[in-house]
């Protein structure tokens, strides 16, 4: 019975160091929301990451898991949402996230304009039996068994035991929207809320223009402190917003807002200004459903400073994740700082995947 929290990753350099952990099953990494899935006869119930409930917000995977999954079990896996035309189909992690919304008329429009689907990748229940004890090998084959000949829209992924077969996902599948691989040791037990599963994520550099910051929660006019750096790259002139990098220590936060400092302007005189009155929902800072509540203004900066950021792979115009902050580039130009430098990756069909789970 829910609440039941999920397996856990850590991260590793790469494929071949995840392999000699042992023996290992690797799956290709879903770029969605975690979800359990409870089934018990007609009632269900979809739990995210840390247990909160997902079930209202899709209605067509409660629809498919009353048709397509064991009539009592408890699945571990993802929800995604795949849009493109055929033949292109990719994850599209901002589109899931507008799944999210408190109408239900808007649940049930987006339920049908962009459907979402569910993989399912480790198996906790099945019937009155409980598997989280028993070894990855096990579970994996039961699961494969009960989910036998489901095509959509709940899915089984697709695994190996050959690590180069898992390095050619790692590179292949970025072009369906994928952001890695995860390894799972053939021994283990499921262990809730530990890590116990191996991350294998893209890893990639940019130079990116600093053009603002958000002070830290902590931060006092006696003691300010910066938060994060607000970044972007320029298309055709005009500069785009693009990420954020944070993860600072104390020190150096006081450091970067003393630093930065002598670069504070005016947002009037600044290249997001005019987007405050033309375009305001790409302006950073203003609010959204997803930060209600939040404390999103910026201290802008006029964009004379480039930085060197790591990131693993972007969602759309932007980066997925947070960027970590690597080195100032001072013999850069910041208008030359712009989306041609950053690597894309071939297309690859979603569907081929799927396919073959």
Request: charged content about 25%.
């Amino acid at each position: 019975m829910p609440p039941v929290l999920p397996m856990l990753a850590k991260p590793v350099a790469s494929v071949a160091a995840a392999a000699t952990k042992g023996s290992m099953l690797f799956e290709p990494k879903w770029d969605g929301f975690r979800c359990i899935v409870f089934k018990d006869g007609d009632e269900v119930e979809l739990a995210s990451r840390n247990t909160k409930p997902l079930t209202r917000y899709f209605p067509e995977i409660v629809a498919a898991a009353r048709e397509q999954l064991p009539d009592r079990c408890v699945l571990d896996g993802e929800l995604f949402v795949a849009r493109g035309e055929p033949g292109q189909q990719r994850l599209e992690f901002e589109v899931l996230q507008e799944r999210i919304h408190p109408a239900e008329s808007r649940i049930n429009l987006l339920s049908e304009q962009t459907p979402a689907g569910f993989v399912a990748f480790d198996l906790l229940a099945l019937g009155d039996t409980a598997w989280v004890e028993r070894p990855l090998r096990e579970r994996r084959t039961a699961l494969a068994e009960a989910l036998a000949g489901v095509d959509g829209p709940c899915h089984l992924t697709r695994t190996t035991e050959n690590p180069d077969e898992a390095h050619a996902w790692f590179t292949e599948f970025e072009g369906a929207g994928f952001d890695g691989v995860i390894a799972k040791p053939l021994d283990a037990a499921y262990q809730p809320n530990q890590r116990t599963m191996l991350k294998v994520k893209h890893a990639r550099t940019a130079d990116v223009v600093v053009a603002g910051y958000r002070e830290h929660k902590t931060s006092t006019p006696e003691n300010p402190l910066l938060g994060s750096l607000l970044l972007g790259l320029y298309d055709e002139g005009r500069l785009q917003h693009i990420g954020v990098s944070a993860s600072f220590t104390a020190a150096r936060r006081a450091e970067l807002i003393t630093e930065l400092r002598p670069l504070v302007c005016d947002i009037a005189d600044h290249p997001w200004g005019e987007w405050m009155i033309a375009n305001p929902d790409r302006v950073p800072g203003t609010q959204s459903r997803w930060s209600a509540g939040k404390d999103l203004s910026f201290t802008p900066l006029r964009p004379e400073r480039v930085l060197e950021v790591g990131y693993d792979h972007m969602e759309g115009r932007r980066f997925r994740h947070t960027a970590q902050f690597k080195r100032w580039r001072p013999d850069r130009d910041p208008e030359s700082c712009g989306y041609d430098q950053l690597e894309q990756p071939a297309r690859y069909d979603l569907a081929t995947i799927l396919g073959n789970g």
